[in-house]
């Protein structure tokens, strides 16, 4: 594929970062307040809230704002634990080839304003190889990502003005119908290997 008709879109957590357990150890093992995390934890209305919100695919922000509402004396490490992140090193590397060969590579993900400017300077070599960024945004009532198609022809909208050919790559298979349904390429996520292989079939790599 021609790099300059062709634009790569990539999700965030779960393609490019993944949780960091050793990290989430320990800011758990340091949090000074451990009582409180034990109260919310018998918070019926809040686990409750939590399990639907699991079930509806909820964005971060969305979390963000049930625990200001139930739990605010928590917020903080839960901000902190959901930041979490590492990276997914071999996906890093198939990013910066992509980058050198002269593709241009965008972020597509739920992630919200909040979260994504932590993960933007603590990784920001990282983000920086890429040109244009789509996350989640909420108002009063709705907070708009993905599968929502509108999500996906927002980005179109505003992203794609000329029509490049669109590669999207998600580890959600929700997201990549939906994706495939907006006029992307898409690709399911399972691991750097098998992207790379994905990508060599589209003469990408």
Partial sequence: MDPRNTIIAFDLHGVLF???????????????HKWRLFTCGFNIRLIWRCLHMVWHDAVDEEYYQLFRRLCPNILPVIIELTNAQKPIEPTVEILRTLKERGFLLHVIS?????????LKN??????ALFDSVQISHSDEDNTLKKPD???FDGYMHAHNSDHKTVIFV?????????????GFIGIHFKNPQQLASVLKQLQVL
Avoid: C, M, T
Avoid at 112 to 117: E, I, N, V, Y
Avoid at 170 to 182: L, P, Q, T, W
């Fill in 18 to 32: 993944r949780l960091d357990w050793r990290e989430v150890f320990h800011i758990l093992w340091g949090y000074p």
């Fill in 170 to 182: 998600d580890d959600s298979k929700k997201n990549i119908r939906v994706a495939n349904k907006a």
């Fill in 110 to 118: 739920n992630i919200g304003p909040q979260r994504f400017a932590v």
């Fill in 149 to 151: 198609q509108r999500f």
């Fill in 122 to 127: 603590r990784y920001s070599l990282i983000i």
